[in-house]
């Protein structure tokens, strides 16, 4: 038996000071106001964003706002946002595989946006990228037919040079696609009560607790890293647990931050699926490496720990991102399976691409070339297996995402032994400084010579300087 601690709660009465945004540049610290400089965090429970599972029978409508609002992110202030129908992210969307959907967005920014579904599997001019951009005013609708395996994804802005600023701002929300194989599965699913979403992030507040956007090249380089964690946009929230297994759908929603997590008593967990699908069986670990826009699934067994309390935390940058109160009896168990899925085995690849990740002086390439909306670095062909190395040439992180499918990583700085958690299917692997992933990836289902997909860096600071380029399909 692991012993386990008894953590109080004792923080909750403690005060935040934020002392400005220091290397942010200065402009943004506006003095109104009157601000003293302390503000502190608005207690509350885990916000568990609105489920939406779409209207209409024959095509599944989603409507989707993106607006300007104010959040109340600390008790002194509101907070000027951007939102997704809400104050602050935005809804998490319930799609079934099989389904036609609609995802209808109406822009009513004063700024151009586009909205991304990231981890998809869809059309190129259905993606949300760059190429489909639309202006104050107008709705977009991304239309397909979801088919890909249970998972957990997201959709984020994709506006060329503003994702990472529009992203800070709050725009962005959970995709969860389920199938026969996920309803049949012995996992907690009641959403909010046992199967929780949590898009984690962090951000720099100015002393007015207004939201902070200004890195200088230093933080470009390195990652714009705030000093405020927040959890489905609320600094360390309370989820009062029931004690049974519960199922965490975690999001790296942050810009650039690398995010290590692990529970306060340092009890073990197991992660059951990667980015775009289940793993093959669950893995047993007590620490979680997750760069931006990577996802993981893990159920944390409570259910010897009635009446007790424990901390999500990020050791990275010793923050917690959630305070869990183990309070409530189970309504239902639950035992996860030992079998969740079966992934494709990898084949033998006819084409290898290697791409080299450079920077300097806060401005990015791709082999040598920044990205460029009318050129397409890439072509490939439908149902083709390629190879991909990339390498990550620089003495800072860097992550590589594709869209529009899924790929499988083979080696890991010219090993194969790939750690068990990433054996799974994924859209975005980290890649540590100067390190070296290869991969494999096909294309399927969808060609466009004329649309292209993106592939880049995915910590947001890079992709909006250039670490970006664009891939058609024939
Ligand atoms: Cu999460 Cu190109 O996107
Ligand atoms: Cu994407
Ligand atoms: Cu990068």
Redesign the pocket.
């Given at each position: 038996m692991i012993r386990r601690e008894f953590i109080t709660i004792s923080s909750a009465a403690a005060l935040w000071v934020l002392t400005g945004c220091g290397g942010g540049g200065g402009e943004s610290d506006t003095s109104g106001g009157g601000g003293s400089g302390t503000l502190t965090p608005k207690a509350k429970a885990l916000p568990i964003p609105e489920a939406i599972s779409g209207s209409g029978s024959r095509t599944k409508q989603y409507d989707l706002t993106i607006r300007s609002s104010s959040h109340d992110f600390f008790n002194e202030a509101d907070t000027s946002t951007y939102a997704v129908n809400g104050t602050f992210l935005g809804p998490t969307l319930f799609l079934r595989n099989g389904d036609d959907v609609s995802i209808n967005y109406t822009n009513t920014l004063d700024e151009k946006i586009s909205m991304?579904?990231?981890?998809m599997h869809l059309p190129a001019d259905m993606d949300g990228s760059a190429h489909q951009e639309f202006q104050p005013g107008d709705t977009w609708s991304a239309n397909y037919t979801v088919k890909q395996k249970a998972c957990t994804n997201w959709y984020h802005p994709?506006t060329l040079h503003k994702t990472a600023e529009q992203v800070y701002k709050g725009i962005a929300g959970m995709i969860i696609i389920e199938d026969s194989e996920s309803d049949a599965l012995d996992l907690p699913n009641r959403y909010g009560k046992d199967d929780i979403p949590l898009v984690l992030q962090d951000r720099k507040f100015d002393t007015n607790g207004q939201i902070v956007y200004n890195p200088s090249q230093q933080e470009i380089m390195r990652g714009y890293i705030g000093d405020t964690f927040i959890a489905n946009g609320a600094i360390e929230p309370t989820f009062d647990a029931e004690a049974k297994e519960i199922r965490f759908r975690i999001l790296n929603g942050s810009n650039s931050t690398v995010y290590e997590l692990g529970f306060s008593d340092g009890r073990a967990f197991k992660q059951i699926a990667t980015d775009n699908a289940f793993l093959e069986s669950p893995v047993s670990m007590s620490r979680l490496t997750l760069s931006p826009?990577e996802r993981a699934e893990i159920i944390v067994d409570l259910s010897g720990d009635l009446n007790q309390s424990l901390t999500l935390d990020e050791f990275k940058n010793n923050k917690t991102f959630l305070k869990i109160n183990v309070s409530k009896s189970p309504a239902a168990t639950t035992s996860v399976p030992n079998v969740l899925t079966t992934l494709d085995i990898p084949g033998s690849a006819s084409i290898a691409r290697s791409f080299s990740l450079e920077g300097s002086m806060g401005n990015f390439t791709i082999n040598g070339k920044a990205m460029d909306i009318n050129v397409i670095n890439e072509t490939l062909t439908l149902g083709v297996l390629e190879e991909w190395t990339v390498t990550n040439t620089m003495n800072i992180d860097h992550n590589f995402?594709i869209?529009g499918t899924h790929f499988r990583l083979v080696k890991r700085n010219g090993s194969n032994s790939i750690a068990a958690n990433e054996k799974g299917y994924k859209?975005t692997v980290y890649i540590p400084a100067g390190e070296e992933v290869t991969f494999q990836v096909k294309m399927t289902d969808y060609a466009d010579t004329i649309v292209p997909y993106?592939y880049h860096c995915h910590f947001l600071e890079h992709e909006d300087n250039g670490m970006m380029g664009q891939f058609t399909v024939s």
């Open positions: 991304h579904g990231h981890g994709h826009a995402h869209h859209d993106m």
